[in-house]
C-alpha cells in the first residue's frame, strides 16, 4: 500500500479488493459471513471501509487464504480472539496436560 494510502480513514470496496488481490464479490459475501464486519455506505451505495474495517479483513483473509480455513473455522478463530488470547493460550496447556495423563496411563498397561 502506498504511503498516501495508508493515511486514509476509508477505503472503497475496490481499493481493499485490489490490495488484497480479490474479487469485491469475494468482500460483499464476507459481509454476509461475518457480523463483525459492517462498512459504512453512501446515500449512492458505495461502501466506505473504516481502518478497523480494513484490518478486520486482512485478518480474515489471512485466516481463510493464508492459513487455509474454512468459513467455520475462521469464524470460530474470530470468536476466540474476542473473548481473549488468555482462553486461546490456555486450551493447549490443557491439551498438554491431557496427553501426558494418556501417555501415563499407556505406560502404565506396558
Request: with cysteine; proline share 2%; aromatic share 8%.
Amino acid at each position: 500500500m502506498t504511503e498516501a494510502a495508508s493515511e486514509k480513514l476509508y477505503f472503497k470496496i475496490g481499493e481493499i479488493a485490489e490490495t488484497l488481490n480479490i474479487n469485491t464479490s469475494v468482500l460483499r459475501f464476507w459481509e454476509t459471513q461475518f457480523d463483525s464486519l459492517s462498512p459504512c455506505k453512501t446515500r449512492t451505495g458505495q461502501r466506505l471501509y473504516s481502518r478497523n474495517d480494513f484490518e478486520k479483513i486482512k485478518h480474515i483473509y489471512n485466516l481463510l487464504y493464508v492459513q487455509k480455513l474454512t468459513i467455520a473455522g475462521a469464524k470460530v478463530r474470530l470468536s476466540l480472539t474476542k473473548k481473549g488470547k488468555s482462553q486461546i493460550q490456555s486450551d493447549p496447556a490443557e491439551l498438554i496436560q491431557l496427553l501426558c495423563n494418556e501417555l501415563k496411563g499407556l505406560r502404565n498397561l506396558l
